[in-house]
């Protein structure tokens, strides 16, 4: 079992970066595949990225080139920078843990552990 807790969400203007961190309660590396999903009220979660610690890390193509997943594993932390945020971007951010990542990374099914979420609000 992982504790997950997110933090570093906040308010900028369009164009503005911001970078969020999820401190686990164990190390993950090369155990659980991390992802980062994000969801607006009366919508569904959406995955943004995920990482099962190798070299390949995949993101939701809309934010492709703008945002980066990165581990520290010596923190325990996970970050999502986030760079040239559009407004479009605005939700609560998710950290999540599962057994693997997978061609279905983005199905929130697949993820067995959540933090409590960070909210972004991006203002045009």
């Known amino acids: 079992q992982v504790q997950l807790t997110e933090s570093g969400g906040g308010s900028v203007q369009a164009g503005g970066s911001l970078r969020l961190s999820c401190t686990t309660s164990?190390?993950?590396?090369?155990?659980?595949?991390m992802a980062w999903f994000r969801q607006v009220p009366g919508k569904e979660r959406e995955g943004v990225g995920a990482s099962d610690g190798g070299p390949v890390t995949t993101y939701k193509s809309s934010v492709r080139g703008r945002f980066t997943i990165s581990k520290d594993n010596a923190k325990n932390t996970l970050y999502l920078q986030m760079n040239n945020l559009k407004p479009e971007d605005t939700a609560m951010y998710y950290c999540?843990?599962?057994?693997?990542?997978?061609?279905?990374?983005?199905?929130?099914?697949?993820?067995?552990?959540w933090g409590q979420g960070t909210q972004v609000t991006v203002s045009s």
């Open positions: 164990k190390n993950t590396d090369n155990t659980y595949c």
């Open positions: 999540a843990a599962g057994p693997w990542c997978g061609r279905n990374w983005y199905d929130p099914a697949r993820y067995n552990y």
